[in-house]
T-cell receptor, first 112, second 113 residues
C-alpha cells in the first residue's frame, strides 16, 4: 500500500452534471496519473502530473481536466459528464526509486 | 494508441500447470513491466525487465524480453487458484525523468482448483 486513497469509490450521476474525483497520496511522490479502464480497451492514460500545477494530457484527455494544487492531491474533473465516460477510474503514483506504479483502488463512475 | 498487446486474451488452466502469457509492442522501450489485477482491485506491480535484459526471475515468475522481436513473455510456474486474475504488460518509453507507462488490454487467467 503506497498510501493512495481515491474518493468516492462509487458514484452515479446524470448526463451533463460536473463530477470531480479525488486522488490523495501520503508518500510525497512527484508523478501522479489518472487512467480509465474499460472492457476491451485495458487501461488508458487520461492526464498526468509531474508536480504542483504541472500537468499534461494523456491519450484520452478530451472531456477531462485535472488540477494539482498540492503535492498530495490530484483531482480529475468531468466538466459535463457523458455516458461514454462511464468507466472505472484509477489513480496511480510513480515510485521513481522502484520504477513502478502504485495504483489506488479505483472509482466506479456511472453516467446515466 | 496502446503499445502492448497481450496474447492470449483469456487462459484457463488447471492448478499446478504453468501459465504462459505473451506481450508484443511496437516502439522502442526503456523497460517492460507486468502487473496483476484481482477482480475489483487496482493493479499491482509484478516484475520489471529492462531493455538490456533478456530474462528475469521473481519467485514463480519468469519474464523474458526479446527486443529484436519486440515481445515479452510472462511464465507463472506451478499455478495456484490464487493466481486467478487479469495480467497486463506495460511499456515504459520514458523521455527524461517522466515515465509514461502504456498498458495493453490484459489477459484473463483462470486457474481451476
Amino acid at each position: 500500500d503506497a498510501g493512495i486513497t481515491q474518493s468516492p469509490r462509487h458514484k452515479v450521476t446524470e448526463t451533463g452534471t460536473p463530477v470531480t474525483l479525488r486522488c490523495h497520496q501520503t508518500e510525497n511522490h512527484r508523478y501522479m496519473y489518472w487512467y480509465r479502464q474499460d472492457p476491451g480497451h485495458g487501461l488508458r492514460l487520461i492526464h498526468y502530473s509531474y508536480g504542483v500545477k504541472d500537468t499534461d494530457k494523456g491519450e484520452v484527455s478530451d472531456g477531462y481536466s485535472v488540477s494539482r494544487s498540492k503535492t498530495e492531491d490530484f483531482l480529475l474533473t468531468l466538466e459535463s459528464a457523458t455516458s461514454s465516460q462511464t468507466s472505472v477510474y484509477f489513480c496511480a503514483i510513480w515510485d521513481g526509486l522502484w520504477e513502478k506504479l502504485f495504483f489506488g483502488s479505483g472509482t466506479q463512475l456511472s453516467v446515466l | 494508441s496502446q503499445q502492448g498487446e497481450e496474447d492470449p486474451q483469456a487462459l484457463s488452466i488447471q492448478e499446478g500447470e504453468n501459465a504462459t502469457m505473451n506481450c508484443s509492442y511496437k516502439t522502442s522501450i526503456n523497460n517492460l513491466q507486468w502487473y496483476r489485477q484481482n477482480s475489483g482491485r487496482g493493479l499491482v506491480h509484478l516484475i520489471l525487465i529492462r531493455s538490456n535484459e533478456r530474462e528475469k526471475h521473481s519467485g514463480r515468475l519468469r519474464v523474458t524480453l526479446d527486443t529484436s522481436k519486440k515481445s515479452s513473455s510472462l511464465l507463472i510456474t506451478a499455478s495456484r487458484a490464487a493466481d486467478t486474475a487479469s495480467y497486463f504488460c506495460a511499456t515504459d518509453s520514458r523521455t527524461g525523468a517522466n515515465s509514461k507507462l502504456t498498458f495493453g488490454k490484459g489477459i484473463t487467467l483462470s486457474v481451476r482448483p
